[in-house]
């Protein structure tokens, strides 16, 4: 006797249709400069009763003091440390209340804090990073639990050869500046730091006028500016120090090798590239998304069985930028052979340049990527944030432009100029049963930016969460609903926020009916 699945097919597209280029990513907008000096962006977006809050800190590792190098990391943990006012284990618990996300992150020029929250609760993070930035506690005891946290990420991260050669590279592209160590830090520097460095960099950095907030979700933009300067206007500016200085010297040309215990060896190419504020940033970008595509002209080593892998990868800071050309190939191979292959495959690109058709489809992806970021609070806070930030450019409409720009000549003309092995810093990474993992046992306890729960003592008034859960968004009947005469069901809904659209399917059947079948076929 033989059992009849029943499976139906069902397709939905949403479409999105957006509106114009000019205002794709917000109709809405609010900016404001504090008398303190504070940047303000406030951008509406209905699309859920959601707001993105996004504080940088326009200070990363580079500004860290001499010997110091993790100093802008340490200082992002110890913000979740808490404040006279809201002690960490607080601060902790209105987070778990608030039901958001919160997460931070440190990079060379910027320190971001970021979060999603329900949009009604917007005044409780305000009040928060207003208090974060002028009282921060900074408690040598509380350093003391933190700084066990960060040995644990350092080890973590150490234990990664790629860092490791990474951490190796950084002082041979960018020595003799505030750019040739990572923004992780080291144990030894770790364990010298105490809380006096940490209050100095605080107080010299953390100040408005180095601050750019950033807003965005189901907010009034005007309101918004209101509440922003209620609760931040009165925190004092203070001058800044220089910044740190720039590579002022071009890098020399050499070979460094490393172990690791990966299973395959690699061979890469190391050059200074450019940062995301250069004229060539936008070209960077695509001739990195060309190299690494299965369509390029790297790939084909790959298929030739040549090599295990090929491509590019570029990193982009504010002010500075990497661009490495790799191969990998299977451990025990000819890494002199490879180096060859490498550079040979980088000549021969060079010479006859990538194809128009690859770059304008490069290019659709990476806008097309863009515009998928405008349909989330989170995405469209992250473009936003970047834009005004990093970019240093008035919105994600700008850098939009900058890309779209782009033509297969410029990304020509960046891979003659940049990818010339005899200026690059050539790595051979050899897979070895000696290399063991180089961080040893690791330090601390697991990272945790907050206290441990269970908060005790009075909040103060604005940390305290409105206590009625947002209304779920409404959801209207679809556009159209119908049924081919095959039998696939399909299903249209349009939305006016993007000019793209989502197309996916799902197949309907009974995963108990087909585990019993399975069973009974194993029974004969």
Not at 99 to 118: E, K, M, N, S, V
Not at 362 to 391: Q, Y
Not at 465 to 480: C, E, K, Q
């Amino acid at each position: 006797m033989s059992m009849h699945i029943f499976q139906k097919t069902f397709l939905a597209i949403s479409l999105l249709t957006g509106l114009a280029c000019s205002t794709a990513y917000g109709a809405d907008i609010g900016r404001e400069t504090l008398p303190n000096g504070l940047r303000v962006v406030v951008v509406r977006n209905p699309i859920a009763p959601a707001v993105s809050v996004q504080l940088t800190y326009m200070v990363g590792s580079a500004e860290a003091p001499k010997g110091f190098p993790g100093t802008a990391h340490a200082l992002e943990h110890m913000m979740f440390r808490g404040t006279p006012s809201l002690s960490g284990d607080q601060l902790s618990t209105v987070m778990g209340t608030l039901g958001g996300q919160f997460d931070a992150f440190t990079q060379t020029d910027l320190t971001r804090y970021h979060c999603l929250i329900p949009a009604q609760d917007l005044d409780v993070v305000l009040h928060m990073e207003a208090d974060r930035m002028q009282h921060l506690s900074l408690d040598a005891g509380q350093w003391a639990k933190e700084r066990g946290a960060i040995e644990q990420e350092v080890s973590r991260d150490l234990s990664n050869p790629g860092f490791r050669v990474l951490e190796q590279l950084q002082p041979i592209l960018f020595g003799n500046s505030g750019y040739d160590h990572s923004p992780l830090g080291t144990r030894s520097s770790f364990e010298a730091t105490d809380v006096k460095l940490l209050r100095d960099f605080y107080k010299t950095w953390y100040v408005p006028n180095n601050a750019v907030l950033v807003i965005v979700g189901g907010v009034d933009p005007a309101v918004t500016l209101k509440h922003v300067e209620r609760i931040f206007g009165s925190i004092p500016s203070r001058p800044l120090p220089e910044r740190a200085q720039l590579p002022s010297t071009p890098v020399v040309a050499q070979s460094v090798s490393a172990q690791s215990n990966y299973p395959a060896d690699i061979v890469a190419l190391f050059w200074r590239g450019p940062s995301l504020r250069d004229s060539d940033a936008p070209a960077v970008a695509l001739l990195d998304a060309v190299l690494s595509s299965h369509r390029g002209p790297m790939y084909p080593l790959v298929l030739q069985h040549k090599a295990l892998a090929a491509g590019l990868d570029v990193d982009r800071n504010i002010y500075t930028g990497t661009v490495q050309a790799s191969l990998t190939i299977p451990r025990g191979g000819d890494p002199k052979a490879a180096m060859a292959l490498l550079k040979a495959t980088l000549a021969d690109i060079r010479a006859k340049g990538v194809s128009a058709d690859l770059v304008e489809g490069m290019k659709k992806r990476w806008l097309a990527s863009k515009d998928f970021e405008k349909n989330s609070i989170a995405g469209l806070g992250s473009l936003w944030s970047g834009a005004v930030t990093a970019e240093n450019t008035d919105s994600p409409d700008a850098s939009f432009d900058r890309f779209a720009k782009v033509t297969v000549e410029d990304v020509n003309a960046l891979a003659r100029k940049l990818l010339d092995p005899e200026r690059a810093v050539a790595m051979t990474m050899l897979a070895s049963d000696h290399a063991t993992p180089p961080a040893g046992k690791g330090f601390g306890g697991a990272e945790s930016f907050g206290g441990q729960g269970g908060a005790t003592g009075q909040l103060p008034d604005w940390a305290n969460p409105i206590n009625n859960v947002p209304a779920p968004p409404v959801y209207a009947a679809p556009d159209a609903d119908f049924t081919l005469p095959n039998g696939l069901r399909v299903v249209v809904r349009t939305k006016h926020v993007s000019p793209t659209v989502f197309l996916f399917g799902r197949i309907k059947s009974n995963p108990d009916i087909r585990f019993q079948r399975a069973k009974r076929v194993l029974a004969l």
